[in-house]
């Protein structure tokens, strides 16, 4: 499993050196902007911060789906499927490393977001004290206590979203690839599919789980635990098609 996953990590190891890149270079814009007072640049910064954070993160999980799609079409990576490797180990490599990336993605750039904000509050007091007011309101207006608790469970929030619709888009790619692989409408079955796994799992998750409005950090993983459910049920039919129709 180990040697399979950093095969997977290899094929996209590029856009990542990006990331990183990108990463460093608005860390370093930041702090310029924070320690020579430039509020253009620290503005500039913060704001792309935010931006590149949501885009990247998205690209990620994207990204993977991408790879995945072109596995099953490209035969250089079709004959993956065709070695000594259970299709369920390969698969399950494949949705690992797919999480994995997702995570540590966003585990990052929330880790330098929240170290930036914490610097910015020690040195500008009016940023603390503008703080203060918005839990404040927050407060009276929502009864809502804003941290960075709350900041990162809805962060695992967003990111756990994504995985779900990262394995349900790899089944819905698995079953235009075999089971609909003769058949003229595969492309209209599996984006209809698609977009009513997704539509049904959100649904149920909203009518187990109580709502993301109360302002409370525990819902937001309970909703977690859910995707991870979906995960293993879809993890497990992906790897049931390509068995049937791919392993030899």
């Known amino acids: 499993m180990f040697k ?36 253009d640049i620290l503005a ?47 698969v399950g490599a494949k949705i690992l490393t ?33 703080v203060k007011v918005i839990q404040e309101f927050m407060k009276q207006m929502m009864n809502a206590e804003v941290n960075y608790a709350l900041v990162i469970a809805y962060v695992c929030y967003i990111v756990f979203n994504l995985i779900r619709i990262l394995i349900v888009g790899m089944t819905s790619i698995t079953l ?15 984006v209809a599919f698609f977009f009513g796994i997704n539509y049904l799992t959100s649904k149920l998750a909203s009518l187990l789980i109580p709502s993301l409005t109360a302002f409370d950090t525990t819902p937001f993983y309970y909703h977690c635990l859910w995707t991870l459910g979906v995960v293993g049920v879809f993890y497990l039919l992906t790897s049931f098609m390509l068995d049937k129709k791919v392993s030899v």
């Open 4 to 39: 399979l996953v950093k095969y997977e990590l290899r094929k996209q190891l590029f856009s990542k050196v990006v990331i990183l890149t990108l990463l460093a270079l608005l860390e370093i814009g930041f702090l310029v902007g924070l320690f020579t007072e430039n509020n």
């Open 44 to 90: 500039t910064s913060a704001g792309l911060f935010i931006f590149l954070s949501i885009v990247t993160v998205c690209f990620v999980a994207f990204e993977s789906i991408f790879t995945f799609s072109n596995d099953l079409k490209t035969k250089q990576s079709y004959m993956l499927f065709l070695t000594p490797n259970s299709t369920y180990k390969i």
């Open 98 to 130: 797919s999480m994995l990336t997702i995570i540590v993605t966003a585990a990052a750039f929330l880790a330098v977001i929240l170290l930036n904000v914490t610097i910015a509050l020690a040195k500008y007091e009016m940023i603390g004290d503008f």
């Open 176 to 190: 235009s690839a075999t089971f609909l692989s003769n058949t003229k409408v595969k492309g209209i079955v599996s």
